[in-house]
DNA sequence: ATAGACAATGTAATGGATTACATTAAGGAT
DNA sequence: ATCCTTAATGTAATCCATTACATTGTCTAT
């Protein structure tokens, strides 16, 4: 691979006028200029991306973290983090966690060490010490995720309210007896959501009790099916589902098609993501349309005021209610 | 950002001395080890990742490209690669390139400057000769995707005889009319696909056409969906589907349950790859099981052997028909 | 003709780590 | 007491690019 020399002694100048051709080419002249041009192709050079933020202290590269790729609830807002990233003149890198902290302490490692200018993080399980304290160094901005006590910039909707919205019109449709599928509440969109839930419950005077929320094992279709097993088993006579995320739902769904239970004249479900797959299946699932693709060029917008120093406020952006086939 | 010169003074040790605590422990005395490290541990240092790289040209790292993470295939490849890309002491990075060039360039940067060892691609739109050239100088392996020339190394499945065993299959079950939504044939898959469906139909002595053929706009749900649609509108009385992708097999079978066409008794459908989904639609849906993990394995292995420099050879996974409802 | 201004280019320090080679000190053998 | 071996540590070059500062040369104004 050429360097830097290889190209000033080819082109018979020194290593500082290449810099400049490659960095402030009006500071050179013209002649000078074509004539290094002419030797990189030449030579295929193309500069140490090491060497440059070794000296630079800046890789114009954002980390993006979150738990799984396999949750199609992050695929649009990566393609908006993408979509704005790139417009921008930056890059992206795709991080896995899985939750776990030695994964996600590998990220950090890639930002501490200038491989990374920033972090956008959907991990909602990071750790909160950790993060604050790198969020005093670092720009980080939460995506969909976010901390109660706003030590850290983050853009999200309100899914209380959303939860809220959504079960007021089951109540509406009449239902009087909702069971809400859960996710585990270390993720605080599952403690909102079932705020949300239980307002609405409130509001309408529902004689609920705790059994009827359940806890899904994690967040994928397995275990939306299972939870709907096991709702069915107790024969409480539930005439609505409301799962907090699509996944959930058509998991559930699944077990509902199984068992013959029509949908929704016998029950009716209903979601929250609005993931691409919501629509495609039978029937089509009533859900939250979270502006993923939105939140994540928000995120990027943010990192990068951060990046200069500039302050940011946190941001709430807008969810609707998708009424479709399932209720 | 303290650094090794920091480490150093404060602990009365040379850079040497400290570098050998981090790269050699045995030969530094162990009264000076525990208090380099203590220093370490004191003031928060950790070694820069960038100036390691550069003196050593070597980052542990593996790009993985991939055309989008919105297509669920990938999803278990990429679980698979993970997996034992750490157990052999590599990360990877995870790179979306939309299949257009200038993305895929920027992520082919990263490893002419030793940001990355390594590259699995599994994006078929690759440019070939840029691609064989980087492939002389780096390791690079195609995953899922390969090039018939054998440039390249690869591990794949035999996706001809997988799709000429599924179509057979729903010859044998009384089919005589199968209709083929295929990808776009600048995929090699969809190429190989249609092969096998074709030697199928020529070994039942089927009288078919090439209005049979469906080339669907993109593979996605919608895309799929679509597909069916123009295929119920040409009156062509087809009684089977075969979708060369899960994802298309999926829009389509949505569009059959919009229609009200009972599935499987008035229409046949199988899909391609065992994706998650596919046992979530009702029905369930046919399909042939890519054993996507294991290949995801087998890349990295053989990823890694490519770094050591030593030989490998060329890899086809057996793949499996599931039989599930909708056939 | 000479000083001053300015454009173009070069020199060398810098960023953070690794490592070949040099140096020091301690212990063992004679 | 002297020489040799070996373990422990240090010195300095190196990886590649950027950039403050220094230098050279050209042109203008007086």
Chains 1, 2 share one sequence.
Not at 24 to 52: C, F, H, W
Not at 153 to 171: K, N, P
Not at 183 to 194: G, N, S
Not at 220 to 246: C, E, H, P, W
Request: hydrophobic letters at 40%.
């Amino acid at each position: 691979m050429p360097t830097i020399q290889d190209v000033a002694r080819k082109a018979g100048v020194s290593v500082a006028t290449v810099s400049r051709v490659l960095n402030n080419p009006s500071a050179v002249a013209e002649k000078t200029r074509l004539q290094v041009q002419r030797v990189m192709e030449e030579i295929d050079y193309a500069p140490s991306i090491l060497g440059r933020n070794l000296r630079t202290s800046e890789s114009r590269m954002f980390i993006v973290l979150l738990p799984m790729i396999s949750n199609p609830f992050y695929v649009n807002i990566v393609e908006g983090i993408e979509e704005t990233a790139i417009e921008n003149g930056y890059n992206i890198l795709l991080c896995q966690t899985h939750s776990k902290p030695e994964r996600q302490n590998v990220y950090f490692e890639l930002l501490r060490n200038r491989l990374a200018d920033g972090v956008i993080s959907m991990d909602p399980t990071l750790n909160k010490e950790k993060l604050i304290h790198l969020a005093k160094q670092f720009p980080i901005v939460h995506c969909s995720e976010y901390d109660k006590d706003k030590s850290l910039s983050y853009v999200t909707i309100d899914s209380e309210l959303a939860a809220y919205q959504m079960t007021r019109y089951l109540l509406k449709q009449g239902h009087t007896r909702i069971a809400l599928i859960n996710a585990d509440e270390k993720f605080l969109y599952a403690r909102e959501r079932k705020r949300g839930y239980l307002r609405a419950l409130e509001e309408y005077k529902i004689d609920y009790d705790e059994s009827w929320i359940l806890t899904a094992r994690d967040v994928s279709f397995d275990a939306g099916q299972q939870s709907m097993r096991s709702l069915l088993q107790r024969n409480q006579k539930f005439t609505a589902i409301f799962a907090v995320s699509d996944v959930l739902a058509i998991g559930a769904l699944k077990e509902l098609n199984i068992k013959g239970i029509r949908v929704p004249e016998e029950m009716a479900i209903a979601g929250f993501d609005k993931i691409d797959f919501s629509n495609m299946t039978y029937p089509s699932l009533t859900t939250i349309s979270q502006p993923m693709y939105k939140m994540g060029c928000t995120a990027v917008e943010m990192l990068i005021k951060k990046t200069r120093g500039e302050k940011v406020d946190d941001v709430i952006l807008e969810h609707e209610l998708i009424i479709r086939e399932s209720t």
